[in-house]
Structure formats: structure tokens, C-alpha cells
């Protein structure tokens, strides 16, 4: 089984200030993790993927997650936070070994930035 | 180019009654799923599709069937739809299967009164 953990349901940062969104991984073996951002009434829109390689991954709008295989995390920060960051992001994993094609996502985070 | 589309963005339907979503891709992608989004739970696999002609159960099949006859389109389909299956549904779609980008649909709101 695989398990996604977003602990947060908000996060408050001041524009200009830097954000973390959490997410932790539970999966059997190494790991396929992706980031997904949500506007209001709208779908979902890919940010960023950890497939293999270097740790630190950089996505779309200025968004980066750092792969930490040893504390299972996989968290998405940006240096500084845009009123229009504000949206529910979700974090979404799957496993490498099996083929499995299903994607797990978090619950969700949403994400508010006061002007 | 028009990504993912569904039909309709709205729908109202009584306990007991049937429908179809429509779900269009025009970027030639193999992979197709269908997703429900309620409040507090993510988004949950429904059912998907790795090419024309083939179907696979997701994480919440019951309830729901799906069909795949052409490569752009995925139904899904209420038989006997009930209050349960009120909720946000989602189509994407993506060129391959595990590593590849979803791509999504801007949803269908769905109340079962």
C-alpha cells in the first residue's frame, strides 16, 4: 500500500516571506513523487516530479521540493511567496517497482498568502 | 489545442438515475483516469485507461463503470447513481503511465439528491 501525509490543511505566509508545504511518503520501495497546485474551480495543474537523480527538484512559478529519502518527505518550498501562490496544493506519490500507474495524492494544503 | 474537456460542468440527478461523463483529450496521450475529489480526502482513483479498447479499476471502482472505444475519449458512467457518489469528478490524461505529468479537466460537480 502507499500513503501520502500533507500535515498541514493550512499554511499562512506573508508575500515576499518564504513557504514550506509538507508532505511525507509511505510506499514500499523508491518512490515516484509529484507536486499538484488547484486554482479555485479548476483542475489540477503539475508543478514539479521527483523521478531519480539529484534531490532538489525545480518546477514551474519558482517552486522547488527537496526529495529526503531518509525522513520519507518530499516538501515544496518556494524563497519568496506571490499573493497569486495563494491555491490547495497536493502532494502525489507512486511506486517504481511494480508498474503501478496510479498516482496517491495527499489530502491537500492550502496555501494563503497575505499581501 | 483544448487539453482535457468534460461534459457537463454541472449536473443534479436523483437517487436511482443514470449518466455519462464525457471526457476528451486531443494531445494523443495513452493514459486516461478518472478521479473524485471530496472535501478533505485528496483525490481518489476511480478508474483508468492505458490505451483504446482497455480499462483497470482504481482505488473506488464501485459504483461506476468506464469505457475507452476511442483513444480520445474516457466514459465514465453512473448506473443507479446515490448520494454517495455526490462529489467533484476529475478526468486526465498523460502521455505515459508512471513518470509522466497528468494532465487535468476543469471537472464535472455532481449532486445525487
Known amino acids: 500500500a502507499q500513503s501520502v501525509a500533507q500535515p498541514e490543511d493550512q499554511v499562512n505566509v506573508a508575500e515576499g516571506n518564504p513557504l514550506t508545504v509538507k508532505c511525507t511518503y509511505s510506499?514500499?520501495?523508491?518512490?515516484?513523487l509529484f507536486w499538484y497546485v488547484q486554482y479555485p474551480n479548476r483542475g489540477l495543474q503539475f508543478l514539479l516530479k521527483?523521478?531519480?537523480?539529484?534531490?532538489l527538484v525545480k518546477g514551474s512559478y519558482g517552486f522547488e521540493a527537496e526529495f529526503n529519502k531518509s525522513q520519507t518527505s518530499f516538501h515544496l518550498k518556494k524563497p519568496s511567496a506571490l499573493v497569486s501562490d495563494s491555491a490547495l496544493y497536493f502532494c502525489?506519490?507512486?511506486?517504481?517497482?511494480?508498474?503501478?500507474?496510479?498516482?496517491?495524492f495527499g489530502s491537500g494544503t492550502r496555501l494563503q498568502v497575505q499581501p | 489545442n483544448a487539453g482535457v474537456t468534460q461534459t457537463p460542468k454541472f449536473r443534479v440527478l436523483k437517487t436511482g438515475q443514470s449518466m455519462t461523463l464525457l471526457c476528451a483529450q486531443d494531445?494523443?496521450?495513452?493514459?486516461m483516469y478518472w478521479y473524485r475529489q471530496d472535501p478533505g480526502m485528496g483525490l481518489r482513483l476511480i478508474h483508468y485507461?492505458?490505451?483504446?479498447?482497455?480499462?483497470a479499476k482504481g482505488e473506488v471502482p464501485d459504483g461506476y463503470n468506464v469505457s475507452r472505444l476511442k483513444k480520445q475519449n474516457f466514459l465514465l458512467g453512473l448506473e443507479s447513481a446515490a448520494p454517495s457518489q455526490t462529489s467533484v469528478y476529475f478526468c486526465?490524461?498523460?502521455?505515459?503511465?508512471?513518470?509522466?505529468?497528468?494532465?487535468f479537466g476543469p471537472g464535472t460537480r455532481l449532486t445525487v439528491l
Open positions: 486526465a490524461s498523460s502521455y505515459r503511465g508512471q513518470t509522466a505529468e497528468q494532465f
Open positions: 502525489a506519490v507512486t511506486r517504481r517497482e511494480t508498474g503501478r500507474r496510479a498516482l496517491t
Open positions: 510506499v514500499s520501495g523508491n518512490p515516484y
Open positions: 494531445m494523443n496521450h495513452e493514459y
Open positions: 521527483y523521478i531519480t537523480g539529484d534531490n
Open positions: 485507461s492505458v490505451g483504446e479498447g482497455t480499462t
